[in-house]
Nanobody
């Protein structure tokens, strides 16, 4: 199984980006999918997760109300819509997959990781 994250780029504060995570090698249906990020000089942190049941989602407090996670099982892809971006959202964003059912926000539950996509938000 491979995860390919894309959609990062440079955007001004207040702008929007949509990240995609394409899953190959197995159906995304069997996975709980999450996004994490690592800002310069900081540890990797949880951003959002969507369970196998797409109605089960969770968000970090710092992105709640601005980011939306979704999944399209037909396209084998998970998305992260990011609105009202702030300079502090600047980071490399990683998608991750787990076969657990519950959408836990802790990265230790995720054993499949993509390569990351860089998001830079200018002030």
């Amino acid at each position: 199984v491979q995860l390919q994250a894309s959609g990062g780029g440079l955007v001004q504060a207040g702008g929007s980006l949509r990240l995609s995570c394409q899953v190959s090698g197995r159906s995304v249906r069997v996975y709980t999918m999450a996004w994490f990020r690592r800002a310069p000089g900081k540890d990797r942190e949880f951003v959002s997760v969507i369970g196998k049941d797409p109605d089960r989602t969770n968000y970090a407090d710092s992105v709640k109300g601005r980011f939306t996670i979704s999944r399209d099982n037909a396209k084998n892809t998970v998305y992260l819509q990011m609105n009202s971006l702030k300079p502090e959202d600047t980071a490399v964003y990683y998608c991750a997959a787990s076969t657990i059912y519950d959408p836990f926000p802790n990265e230790r539950f995720y054993n499949i990781w993509g390569q990351g996509t860089l998001v830079t938000v200018s002030s």
